[in-house]
């Protein structure tokens, strides 16, 4: 790194907007909290830089939760962009993101599990099911996050995230309709049974939502059960959701994991993630991104 480089990077970090102790305690009491104005402007075009370096590679598969069914408005999913888009690889090791998801967790270092580029274009209808991000993913500890940011503004009518309050604390619920046909055989229940009908009982369950502009984040445990609306015939939601991990979280093997790099790990439950390829994104002189 150039001294001028280094020089930037200190000056961000000291006058870049962090995350406190309050939101840091709602993060962990309800499992989800927005971060107002975590990053400027400098950081929010690095994300649209990253997301133009990435767009024309977004895979349309056409299947029902990628797709409104009878229509052509678009509901895509990306994995992995951080391995293309120098741009967003850079944010990861660079941005407030990474200091303050490692406050958040309460864990010295944070490791990357995936990240999604989500583009639901105007006129989505369906909304995304209601759903907890753990059943999918190999691995058990209680640093886990999830930080979720958006290039356009994110209402209650274009898309906002909407989460039932605490329900990070348990119990785990059987994935449900976001399971793709193909994988559903591979589901293994687990102690809540399966996913209830947030919506079916209105007040059984505390929900809110998490609206935002453009340089809020909403950080989130992937314990909690959420889900989002559809967008406004207007505008667009182009986001991106980074999953981490940290100082002690040790694999722990599900069937349901869909992703191919992660299928090919050879690790035994209850190994540390040291020896994985789930790169390091905090603190910076550890970073193997």
Known sequence: MHLWDALRLLIRFTEAMTITDKEIEVFRTEGSVVVRGLLDDYWMGMLRKGYDEVVDSIPDTNETMKRDVGSNVRNLMKEGSSRESPSIARFLRESPAGPAVAAAMGSKVVRLYEDLLIVREAGVVQPSPWHQDTSHWPVTGSHLSSLWVSLDEATVQTGAMTMVVASHKGPLYTPGNTIPQAWKH??????????????????????????????????????????????SRQFPRRTFTFRCLGDDVVWRWRNIVMQDHIRAM????????????????????????
């Open 266 to 289: 050879n690790m035994q439950d209850g190994d540390t993630l040291e020896r994985s390829s789930f790169p390091i994104i905090w603190p910076p002189e550890r970073q193997t991104l």
């Open 186 to 231: 591979l589901v293994e229940p687990e102690a809540g049974g399966p996913l209830p009908d947030v919506d079916a009982v209105p007040g059984r369950f505390n929900v809110k939502a998490y609206e935002t502009n453009p340089g809020d984040v909403v950080i989130f445990h992937p314990s909690v059960l959420h889900n989002a609306p559809g967008t």
